[in-house]
């Protein structure tokens, strides 16, 4: 992979114990004070994305675990059917009050990959 060549520069001012640390740093992995810095950078777009990736598990976790109790009900609401336990109209009540809570998950879902399309497209690009 070819890197981009290095055309811009920035000039910033620290203090004397930042810049020995830096200095430190910076020759203790063998590394030039800008490529040591590139690196922090870096390092913290890493964490962003980080962050991002564990909030979305977090998130899926979440719906997962809806999901599965909602399939549980209708599982319970469809055994009660096929064993004439629940009358029919109190069967079909109840699968569409399961429906609807599905629905809103799912709603839901697609409100959250709206809001954060942008930041997932930058993990997969």
Known sequence: MKQKRKTD????????????????????????????????????????????LSKNIEFNNAMLLQISRIAG?????????????????????????EADS???IFDSLGEYFKKNNKKFERLYL
């Open 102 to 104: 599905t629905r809103k």
């Open 73 to 97: 009900n209708i599982n319970q609401i469809a055994y009660k059917l096929n064993a004439n336990e629940a009358s029919s109209s109190e069967s079909l009540l109840s699968f569409k009050k």
């Open 9 to 52: 520069t920035f000039i910033f001012r620290i203090n004397s114990q930042d810049l020995d640390r830096l200095e430190k740093d910076s020759k203790s992995l063998n590394l030039t004070k800008s490529q040591l810095l590139r690196l922090y950078i870096r390092n913290k777009e890493l964490s962003n994305t980080l962050a991002l």
